[in-house]
């Protein structure tokens, strides 16, 4: 049914990605993917590259809004495969105290590029 519809692309929405849904052993991803061939597009709790590497085995597209807002070296972070602290992890704030002096300013200027 999904194949047939003028849809181009589904983004599966959830807070955790590798939440399992409907109380089976599968995430949102892997149950959509059963349903349809179409290109599918993952969010939730995607921090770092550890977590967007395990979440594109069940996606085409990984996305990662909340961390790329408070941390706008992000994209320099997973390119340097730097892990994060099991505390960041619980809660992203903490990048918006530690972003927040004049001399880290220049750095994120500089690094918030993309390729």
């Known amino acids: 049914m999904l194949d047939a519809s003028p849809v181009d692309i589904i ?7 590798k939440d399992k849904a409907f ?9 959509t993917r059963q349903a349809t061939a179409k290109p599918l597009m993952i969010c939730g709790r995607i921090y770092d590259r550890a977590t967007a590497d395990e979440s594109i085995l069940d996606a085409d597209i990984v996305l990662s809004g909340k961390s790329l807002l408070l ?3 992000w994209v320099a972070d997973i ?8 505390e960041q992890t619980k809660n992203p704030m903490w990048r918006i105290q530690t972003r927040r002096c004049p001399e880290k300013e220049m750095t ?3 690094n918030m590029h993309f390729e």
């Open 11 to 17: 983004s599966v929405s959830t807070i955790n990605f």
């Open 23 to 31: 109380g089976t052993d599968k995430n949102m991803a892997q149950l």
């Open 71 to 73: 941390n706008p070296v």
């Open 79 to 86: 390119r340097e495969n730097k892990p994060l602290k099991p």
């Open 108 to 110: 994120m200027k500089k």
